[in-house]
């Protein structure tokens, strides 16, 4: 039961935090958390213990972890986010594309974007995993357009699992265009279920220029378990909101970035 007085809802407000913070960032340590939140350490245990006992997180050495990981926003709800931001993406992306070129674009709201980008392109093929892209290009006379098929996830409107594989694997990209649910120079690109991350690994390998697409507030999150590993050379495309701290450890690899303005 929750508190009634002042601290009782300092202590249920705190702990939710807790909970975001773990569920964001996949671990939360207890000296992070006491900074953040400006309590003692021996407070924040207390907040573990509880939010243990209640099942909503789960102990670590020194810290906590998610136990639910954070839900998997579906399509329709991320089709509006930051929405300049993708379009800026969007532009920059097409703009990269060669006639006579055969492209990839995954699943997704930005590479939707991007595809609405090339609706009138010329001597362009495109193959993709997503439903965004290809009723973008159901009436682009001058793309050919090849759907790699497979297991439609309802909530990602893509399609992911064998079949896309087989698919994938009897074909070669000059380039692929990939979203991402969160993406971290250490790990690469997260998503919410290991068919996502093979599917995603076996479209950079098939392809000579990788680019992922990100507006800046997926950048270093991890809101989920499942990580696709990065090739040695791509290219990370964000928009003009990315700050300096969260660009430097993309940098730092060595990873190619450019701001979508």
Not at 90 to 97: F, R, T
Not at 168 to 175: E, I, P
Request: glycine content about 10%.
């Amino acid at each position: 039961m929750k508190g009634r007085g002042p601290k009782g809802r300092g202590a249920d407000a705190r702990r939710d935090e807790i909970v975001r913070l773990a569920t964001e960032t996949g671990l939360a340590s207890v000296e992070e958390l006491a900074a953040r939140l400006g309590v003692t350490q021996s407070t924040i245990r207390r907040d573990l213990a509880h939010l243990k006992a209640a099942g909503l997180l789960a102990r670590t050495y020194g810290g906590a972890m998610a136990v639910v990981t954070h839900p998997e926003a579906s399509l329709r709800q991320r089709i509006g986010e930051a929405f300049e931001a993708k379009r800026a993406i969007a532009s920059w992306a097409a703009a990269q594309v060669r006639p006579g070129e055969t492209i990839l674009l995954d699943s997704g709201s930005t590479t939707g974007a991007l595809a609405h980008e090339l609706r009138n392109a010329a001597d362009l093929t495109v193959a993709t995993t997503g439903l965004t892209a290809l009723q973008e290009l159901v009436g682009a006379t001058g793309v050919h357009v090849e759907c790699l098929g497979g297991t439609l996830r309802h909530v990602s409107q893509g399609f992911v699992g064998p079949l896309a594989e087989a698919a994938l694997s009897r074909m070669t990209f000059d380039r692929a265009f990939l979203g991402a649910d969160g993406v971290t120079a250490e790990d690469g690109i997260c998503e919410a279920s290991l068919q996502q991350t093979r599917l995603k690994e076996l479209m950079m390998a098939r392809s000579q220029h990788v680019y992922v697409l990100v507006h800046a507030a997926k950048l270093g999150r991890r809101p989920f378990h499942a990580w696709a590993r990065m090739p040695d050379r791509w290219t990370l495309v964000t928009d003009a909101s990315a700050t300096d701290d969260l660009l430097e450890p993309f940098a730092a690899r060595g990873v190619e970035t450019v701001i979508a303005i």
